[in-house]
């Protein structure tokens, strides 16, 4: 959003919960992305155990207001890894920035203004750490968020992610136009494969409403607990807090949780939410006895049409890579996770953990790749955290 000007600069930080609703009108009409939502955020806050309160940074020019950087203060369990093994966590105190949380005029005065704001906040001991959730790596927020820290506090080695999108027309017929040969012969193969074997039993079922979940979360459940993610820690696990999270999904009438049935049995699931006219994925899993069948990518190529139809124009795939990602998605971006450490001896040892650990992990990762068994060692990784019935 370009700058305007405006008056002298301000900041101030909200704390308290209920001084958020005077920011309401500012935060909805600047709009943004699901995940810095003012109710979603509310709601994350209240539900989530290791959140302690609030934190969002408030940026005024003269008496109008200009920007929010949106955040929480929260106690959590810093994990460090080299490959996959996981070393002993650590219990920090963070501020985390969530997806999308700069809201308002983001430029480059206002960034800087926004970020100087949390380094204040670790000064005076706040926290032991901020946590910048994936900006867009070209972004001011990014850059000073990387740049601003001294070298004891800054983040060194920013975790880079590819994020893909995919910009829905109005038919699945024009998203195949925009597909290559090749993958459009391959989704039809692999739709023609699937009805060969199941015939007229091949079905998908879209639950939206609050009183549908205690029938659909089990059959997810079922699938989810047979899959690689589970082993890894990821992916859908039926909680108590994700079920809130469902739950608050569906009150706001944006749940959308795609299931593909091969007869009576799930086979698949894509879980997401539509709002503002984009589908955000948040879990997407196909049971493995069916995957010589393709059922992710029956069930994926089955969802876009329905978003086609609904008017949905885009679907965030979310953060990292995949295949699917990669051949559907036709827009995408580089987004970084940055940290910056508070100026303490406590802060210096974090960030030197965390750096140590992610230099071995850049260096193993060449070593891996210079051998050539990269996929062998993630297939021999998954086959071990699988849990098969």
Same mark, same amino acid.
Request: aromatic share 10%; proline share 4%.
């Given at each position: 959003?370009?700058?305007?000007?405006?008056?002298?600069?301000?900041?101030?930080?909200?704390?308290?919960?209920?001084?958020?609703?005077?920011?309401?009108?500012?935060?909805?009409?600047?709009?943004?992305?699901?995940?810095?939502?003012?109710?979603?955020?509310?709601? $994350?806050?209240?539900?989530?155990?290791?959140?302690?309160?609030?934190?969002?940074?408030?940026?005024?020019?003269?008496?109008?207001?200009?920007?929010?950087?949106?955040?929480?203060?929260?106690?959590?369990?810093?994990?460090?890894?080299?490959?996959?093994?996981?070393?002993?966590?650590?219990?920090?105190?963070?501020?985390? $920035?969530?997806?999308?949380?700069?809201?308002?005029?983001?430029?480059?005065?206002?960034?800087?203004?926004?970020?100087?704001?949390?380094?204040?906040?670790?000064?005076?001991?706040?926290?032991?750490?901020?946590?910048?959730?994936?900006?867009?790596?070209?972004?001011?927020?990014?850059?000073?968020?990387?740049?601003?820290?001294? $070298?004891?506090?800054?983040?060194?080695?920013?975790?880079?992610?590819?994020?893909?999108?995919?910009?829905?027309?109005?038919?699945?017929?024009?998203?195949?136009?925009?597909?290559?040969?090749?993958?459009?012969?391959?989704?039809?193969? #692999?739709?023609?494969?699937?009805? @060969?074997?199941?015939?007229?039993?091949?079905?998908?079922?879209? $639950?939206?409403?609050?009183?549908?979940?205690?029938?659909?979360?089990?059959?997810?459940?079922?699938?989810?607990?047979?899959?690689?993610?589970?082993?890894?820690?990821?992916?859908?696990?039926?909680?108590?807090?994700?079920?809130?999270?469902?739950?608050?999904?569906?009150? #706001?009438?944006?749940?959308?949780?795609?299931?593909?049935?091969? @007869?009576?049995?799930?086979?698949?699931?894509?879980?997401?939410?539509?709002?503002?006219?984009?589908?955000?994925?948040?879990?997407?899993?196909?049971?493995?006895?069916? @995957?010589?069948?393709?059922?992710?990518?029956?069930?994926?190529?089955?969802?876009?049409?329905?978003?086609?139809?609904?008017?949905?124009?885009?679907?965030?795939? @979310?953060?990292?890579?995949?295949?699917?990602?990669?051949?559907?998605?036709?827009?995408?971006?580089?987004?970084?996770?940055?940290?910056?450490?508070?100026?303490?001896?406590?802060?210096?040892?974090?960030?030197?953990?965390?750096?140590?650990?992610?230099?071995?992990?850049?260096?193993?990762?060449?070593?891996?790749?210079?051998?050539?068994?990269?996929?062998?060692?993630?297939?021999?990784?998954?086959?071990?955290?699988?849990?098969?019935?």
């Amino acid at each position: 959003m370009v700058s305007e000007n405006r008056g002298t600069p301000s900041v101030r930080v909200v704390r308290v919960l209920d001084e958020l609703e005077d920011l309401r009108e500012f935060w909805v009409s600047s709009g943004g992305h699901r995940d810095s939502n003012m109710d979603f955020y509310i709601e $994350f806050v209240r539900s989530t155990p290791e959140v302690i309160r609030p934190h969002v940074v408030v940026l005024s020019h003269g008496d109008r207001l200009a920007a929010i950087l949106i955040g929480r203060l929260e106690r959590v369990r810093l994990n460090c890894k080299i490959g996959y093994l996981k070393l002993p966590a650590l219990t920090v105190d963070c501020m985390t $920035f969530v997806y999308g949380g700069l809201r308002g005029d983001t430029s480059e005065e206002n960034s800087r203004e926004l970020v100087a704001s949390v380094m204040n906040s670790l000064r005076d001991g706040e926290a032991d750490m901020a946590f910048f959730h994936h900006p867009d790596l070209n972004s001011h927020l990014s850059r000073f968020a990387r740049d601003l820290p001294g $070298f004891a506090s800054r983040d060194h080695i920013p975790q880079a992610a590819l994020h893909y999108f995919m910009r829905l027309p109005d038919s699945i017929e024009t998203v195949y136009l925009g597909l290559s040969g090749d993958h459009r012969s391959e989704l039809r193969r #692999k739709a023609k494969k699937l009805k @060969g074997a199941f015939g007229d039993q091949v079905r998908v079922q879209c $639950f939206r409403d609050a009183g549908e979940l205690d029938t659909v979360i089990p059959q997810i459940e079922a699938i989810a607990k047979r899959t690689y993610q589970r082993g890894l820690g990821v992916g859908f696990e039926d909680t108590p807090l994700v079920r809130r999270r469902l739950y608050f999904f569906a009150s #706001k009438g944006w749940l959308r949780i795609y299931v593909l049935y091969l @007869g009576e049995h799930p086979s698949s699931f894509w879980i997401g939410t539509v709002s503002d006219e984009m589908f955000c994925s948040d879990y997407l899993a196909f049971d493995p006895k069916f @995957g010589t069948h393709s059922p992710g990518t029956v069930l994926l190529t089955r969802v876009v049409d329905e978003l086609c139809k609904e008017g949905v124009r885009q679907i965030d795939f @979310g953060l990292g890579e995949g295949r699917y990602k990669e051949r559907f998605g036709n827009v995408k971006s580089v987004d970084a996770s940055v940290y910056i450490l508070a100026p303490t001896p406590r802060g210096v040892a974090i960030n030197t953990l965390r750096s140590s650990t992610m230099a071995m992990n850049i260096v193993l990762k060449k070593i891996i790749d210079r051998m050539g068994v990269a996929q062998k060692v993630k297939r021999l990784w998954r086959a071990r955290v699988s849990s098969q019935d």
